[in-house]
C-alpha cells in the first residue's frame, strides 16, 4: 500500500530545512499534484526555488509564503518560520526597490528612549514613511489595534520632538519634510486605516508603494511636519 504525503507537509518541510528531494515529490496525494507543480513553476520562475541537485531549493522564504498565498493557500499558521529580521529585512528590500532609501532599527537613547523599527525616505519628495512592523501570529480586534497605532502615533511625536538630537544621527533628516506613518503585517488582511494611520498586510505593498500618493489622498491618511526640515 502507497503512502501519500500531503502538500502541507512539503511546504513545511520545505520552510523547515531549505529544500526538499524531489524523488518524495512522487508521493503527494494525486488531487494536490496540479497545485504543488503551480508553487513550483512559479518560484522557480521568480528566482524563490531552484531546481538543482534532484532537490527542490528554497532561496526566499518570505516570497515563497507570498506564491502559497496567491494561490489560495492559508499561510497564517507559517509566521512561525520567518523571523523578526527577515520581516524587516524584506520589507526594507522593498521599498528600496521603489527608490526609498530604508534605515532599519533605529534606537534612540537620549533624554527618552524609543525605537524606529524602519525610516523610508524619500529624498526627492522630501518625505519619509515611519514604519512599525508586526509580525502577528493571530487576528488582532479593534481595541488592540488602536493602541497599537496610537503608541506608533506617539513614537513619532517623540520622534519629531527629539528631531535636533536624531538629525545629528541621520543627518539626511533635515532634507525630509514629511513624515508618514504605517504599520506593515505578515497577516494577509485588507488595508485598514485607524486614526488616520493605513495598517497593510505584506501582500499589498508593491501595489501599495506603486500608487503611493493615491493611497495618501484615498486614505486620507495623517501626516506630520519635520520640526528639523531645513
Known amino acids: ?96 526597490d521603489f527608490g526609498w532609501e530604508c534605515i532599519l532599527e533605529y534606537n534612540h537613547n537620549r533624554i527618552v528612549r524609543f525605537q524606529i523599527d524602519i525610516i523610508a525616505i524619500d529624498s526627492v519628495l522630501k518625505r519619509a514613511m515611519i514604519i512599525e512592523c508586526k509580525h502577528w501570529r493571530k487576528p488582532i480586534g479593534v481595541g488592540s489595534l488602536e493602541k497599537i497605532v496610537l503608541d506608533h502615533v506617539l513614537r513619532i511625536e517623540k520622534f519629531i520632538n527629539y528631531c535636533e538630537w536624531i538629525v545629528t544621527d541621520i543627518p539626511k533628516l533635515r532634507k525630509v519634510e514629511i513624515f508618514i506613518p504605517i504599520i506593515i503585517t505578515l497577516r494577509r488582511g485588507a488595508i485598514k486605516i485607524i486614526n488616520g494611520v493605513p495598517i497593510l498586510s505584506l501582500h499589498y505593498l508593491n501595489d501599495f508603494l506603486t500608487n503611493f500618493d493615491k493611497y495618501l489622498e484615498m486614505l486620507n491618511v495623517k501626516t506630520f511636519k519635520n520640526k528639523c526640515f531645513v
Open 1 to 96: 500500500m502507497t503512502s501519500y504525503i500531503v502538500l502541507w507537509d512539503i511546504i513545511e518541510h520545505m520552510l523547515r530545512f531549505g529544500s526538499i528531494e524531489k524523488s518524495l515529490l512522487k508521493y503527494i496525494k494525486i488531487n494536490e499534484r496540479a497545485k504543488l507543480e503551480e508553487i513550483i513553476e512559479k518560484g522557480v520562475q521568480r528566482n524563490i526555488l531552484r531546481d538543482e541537485d534532484n532537490k527542490i531549493h528554497l532561496l526566499n522564504a518570505l516570497e515563497f509564503i507570498l506564491i502559497l498565498d496567491e494561490v489560495g493557500i492559508d499561510t497564517s499558521k507559517l509566521c512561525d518560520y520567518i523571523s523578526w529580521y527577515e520581516f524587516e529585512d524584506f520589507i526594507a528590500k522593498k521599498f528600496y
